[in-house]
């Protein structure tokens, strides 16, 4: 079964402490993998789409790469405006419409 | 302007009653999709459309069903609203030749 898990639930940092949420997920051959930003009350926004092992997409202070069996979203030196929760979702390969999403990693970052 | 548009924004209705939920886009998207979120569970896929006149039940489409009126606009429609189906409502637009979805901004809906 299609299945995507993003761990940690929920991450506290201090400003400028960079960390990295995982995504790890397993699929019937993957045509993306996705990483949104979701803040209180909105709608998912898009960040970055990855399409094989190996990829590297790089936006301001974030940071996504993608291997065979994860994905990671690095956050280096963050401040409190990165606060939101990062959501992972996948494509599989034989569907081409369904996006499995993680439950997503809440972070919050203090000044 | 935003590119995707949902209405109503919130909404609080009564078991039984029938509700429509509206999503416009100005993208030019062929594909939209609905979906809801509940805490917890992530998002999950309702119904999709790939034009006016293809549409398709997701993982959960029991007690929902959808209308593409147009390219631009698809309704989501609980016909016999239940508490169950409170939760976050998003619509979802995508170009057929690219992967990435766009999400419109959600209606909080709530059923008692």
């Known amino acids: 079964e299609d299945q995507v898990t993003q761990s940690p639930e929920a991450l506290r940092l201090q400003e400028g402490e960079s960390s990295s949420l995982n995504c790890s997920y397993t699929v019937s051959g993957l045509r993306g993998l996705f990483w949104y930003r979701q803040d209180p009350g909105k709608g998912p926004e898009f960040l970055f789409t990855l399409y094989s092992a190996g990829e590297e997409k790089e936006k301001e202070r974030l940071k996504a790469t993608l291997t065979k069996k994860e994905s990671f979203l690095h956050i280096t030196a963050p401040k409190p405006e990165d606060s939101a929760t990062y959501l992972c979702?996948?494509?599989?390969?034989?569907?081409?419409?369904?996006?499995?999403f993680g439950t997503g990693t809440l972070l919050a970052v203090q000044p | 302007d935003a590119d995707v548009t949902q209405t109503p924004r919130n909404r609080i209705t009564k078991t039984g009653k029938r509700i429509m939920l509206e999503c416009s886009q100005t993208k030019g998207h062929d594909r939209m999709y609905w979906y809801r979120q509940d805490p917890g569970l992530g998002l999950r896929l309702i119904y999709y459309s790939f034009d006016v006149k293809d549409i398709n039940k997701g993982e959960i489409s029991d007690g929902y069903s959808v209308s593409r009126q147009a390219q631009a606009k698809f309704s989501l429609s609980l016909e016999s609203a239940i508490p169950n189906q409170t939760a976050l409502y998003f619509c979802a637009t995508r170009k057929t030749d690219e992967e990435t979805q766009y999400f419109g901004p959600g209606t909080r809906l709530l059923v008692l």
């Open positions: 979702a996948v494509q599989a390969s034989g569907a081409t419409n369904k996006l499995i």
